[in-house]
């Protein structure tokens, strides 16, 4: 395709001082050649812009039948939007509505536009497609400027009728997109330039784009897009709040009702908080305590709403509900002045298990100063939640007594012991004193009474999971591993006020007996050997060589008591060469060598063979342990003397004189 253009070319041999028409003339050149893809008729061209220019075009085919002949099949003209220069396509072509297009040939049709007009010449230069385009992309909202100038309009002309083609403008493509049902796709066009709409208002589209929402049942999306979409219309928020009230959905758009920036009418505010106090006690509390302190001017009148809530519970008969007597309590905390005393007696007329968040309660006694209020009612204290009630018992012994919580915990003995038992893990210091002797005394007798529960004592704490080990210890038998300790033995190492005695009669007196911690008081009582009667009576063999090795300063005789008793129980015997070189060197020797003549004992060779082999590697370990400490000990040597042949920076002027 040759594109031709008009231009004015001076004539020949003319000249004369003025440059106007008589010097000039017009004439029509070849200014570009396009290589166009498809086969098609060009019926016209007109300049669209400085850089592209409109083409009416229609296509033309040859079908054939099936008797051989050949029909021309001709399909609907279309306005083509092209590069100036290189003929490319620029946008999608669009269909003309031109009715008996199928009869009409290239010559039907002619195109004119009033890009070239002198009377619309300036406004028409300086438009360009680019900011059309840049309309057409809500996303990038930056480039969407106002058009410059004024797009052209083309006027296409036919044999039975003339059509006019104007550009789509901002309200062509929302009103396009709300046809098609692309409700935010119109919004966003709309708003990325107001200044461009003419038909459409905004407002309209928000609502169509929100109602759309809510009829998908897309609420929380809606009740999200609301702050963005209304901003600061008091009567846009009143509107919705309303419209999702009326759905039953406004705890989806609770959170985003604004409180600042617009502060609408008390009236709203308090027709939501009535909505939910009626329907919702999830979101009465939670609206609560996300608009805070109704401040001044009000949001809302919490004297009216301490009403409602009141007369709420007269209706449910007086069968309070949980939500509703926190979110009095909050109210009472933000009254003018706060009124604390009735906000705690709130939570505490609850039962433990229903308040929702007790770290709230715990706060609001510890920041107040409310521990008087609390005093006689620690036992709903430690309903509410055990761990929060213990670190406030433990952190304020003086507001609330010793002895005044063991008043009221004694009946409960469990709940009894772990008050103790907190009392002795962190505050040993004040527990640890004459006058609460007596205490101690019971915390003993009731450690010997719950020791297969013990792990409950402090509920979270880090001493519950080692508890629990242990007792898996315990359960294997002393045969695992180590000797195992109870939190009775720590607590009667730490007393200053406990028999010891009485402890061992307490342990007796359990069924079955706690032999483990019979063990322990007889080892600190100094009863050595009933301690290790009791050992190997319960066949605890290896924490009895254990027992030896560490008590045998102060009982020398230990060993050849243990070794006795050996001899004369041959399946002790048997054990003791199982367990003895794990413990002791010289103890497999000595017990070797006071076996009876002609006693018969099952593989005493193998037993023999692993002594001797559990010795050598002893001793070997024993010689690298030596070979390393030798090595370590040059190590540290040289580097000692190396340091001291060093020289030292002396400061001269710290020298004396002379």
């Not at 309209?204 to 009740?223: F, I, P």
Request: net charge negative.
């Amino acid at each position: 395709v040759q594109l031709l253009e008009v231009c004015e070319v001076p004539r020949a041999g003319g000249g004369g001082g003025g440059g106007g028409s008589e010097g000039t003339r017009r004439c029509a050149q070849i200014s570009h050649v396009w290589h166009m893809e498809a086969d098609c008729y060009v019926c016209g061209i007109a300049s669209f812009d400085e850089d592209s220019v409109a083409v009416l075009t229609y296509v033309q085919e040859w079908v054939d039948e099936e008797d051989g002949a050949a029909t021309c099949s001709v399909a609907c003209p279309e306005i083509q939007i092209r590069d100036r220069l290189a003929g490319d396509l620029l946008h999608t072509p669009d269909f003309l509505p031109i009715e008996g297009y199928e009869h009409n040939d290239v010559g039907d049709y002619s195109m004119q536009t009033t890009y070239s007009l002198p009377a619309r010449l300036g406004a028409h230069r300086s438009w360009r497609r680019s900011d059309w385009v840049a309309q057409k992309a809500p996303a990038n909202v930056a480039s969407a400027a106002m058009m410059r100038g004024e797009p052209p309009m083309m006027y296409v002309v036919t044999p039975k009728e003339i059509i006019v083609v104007n550009v789509r403008d901002l309200d062509d493509q929302v009103t396009s997109a709300l046809q098609e049902h692309r409700f935010k796709d119109a919004l966003d066009i709309a708003r990325s330039n107001k200044r461009l709409l003419r038909h459409n208002q905004l407002p309209d589209l928000v609502h169509k784009y929100l109602e759309d929402l809510m009829h998908l049942g897309s609420y929380d999306r809606a009740a999200a897009e609301c702050p963005t979409l209304l901003e600061d219309d008091a009567t846009l928020w009143e509107f919705w709040i309303l419209r999702f009230m009326r759905d039953e959905q406004l705890q989806a758009l609770a959170r985003h009702i604004p409180v600042e920036k617009p502060r609408l009418a008390p009236g709203i505010y308090e027709l939501v908080l009535h909505h939910f106090l009626s329907s919702n006690p999830q979101a009465f509390l939670d609206t609560i305590k996300q608009w805070g302190n109704p401040g001044e001017p009000e949001l809302y009148s919490l004297t009216l709403l301490l009403e409602l809530i009141r007369n709420k519970n007269k209706e449910d008969h007086g069968r309070e509900q949980p939500l509703l007597v926190e979110a009095q309590a909050q109210l009472y905390v933000m009254a003018d002045p706060p009124e604390y005393e009735k906000a705690l007696a709130c939570y505490l007329c609850l039962e433990g298990a229903r308040v929702c968040d007790p770290q709230q309660v715990f706060d609001l006694i510890e920041h107040r100063k409310l521990h008087a209020s609390v005093r006689q009612r620690v036992l709903k204290l430690v309903q509410i939640s055990r761990r929060l009630a213990g670190e406030l018992l433990i952190k304020s012994t003086d507001q609330i007594p010793i002895s005044a919580v063991v008043d009221q915990l004694q009946s409960d003995s469990q709940l009894f012991l772990w008050y103790l038992d907190l009392l002795f893990t962190k505050q040993l210091e004040l527990y640890n004193q004459k006058q609460f002797a007596d205490y101690h005394r019971e915390q003993v007798r009731m450690y010997a009474r719950y020791s297969a529960t013990a792990p409950f004592l402090q509920e979270g704490s880090e001493a519950a999971a080692g508890r629990a080990a242990e007792g898996a210890a315990v359960a294997m038998g002393a045969r695992a591993g180590a000797a195992y300790e109870s939190q009775l033995i720590r607590f009667l190492r730490w007393s200053n006020h406990v028999d010891l005695q009485y402890s061992l009669a307490e342990c007796e007196k359990q069924q079955p007996p706690l032999y483990n911690d019979m063990v322990h008081i007889l080892g600190m009582t100094g009863e050595y050997r009933k301690a290790l009667d009791l050992l190997l009576k319960t066949g605890n063999l290896s924490w009895a060589i254990q027992f030896v090795e560490t008590h045998g300063k102060n009982e020398t005789t230990l060993w050849d008591y243990l070794i006795k008793a050996a001899l004369e129980d041959k399946l002790l015997l048997v054990d003791m060469l199982d367990y003895a070189q794990l413990y002791s060197i010289e103890l497999p020797s000595r017990l070797i060598k006071e076996i009876p003549d002609k006693m018969i004992i099952k593989d005493l060779k193998l037993k023999l063979i692993n002594i001797v082999e559990d010795y050598r590697f002893q001793e070997t370990l024993r010689a690298c342990c030596l070979d390393i400490q030798e090595t370590d000990f040059k190590a540290k040597k040289s580097a000692l003397f190396k340091m001291q042949r060093s020289g030292m920076r002396v400061d001269v002027s710290s020298l004396g004189p002379g």
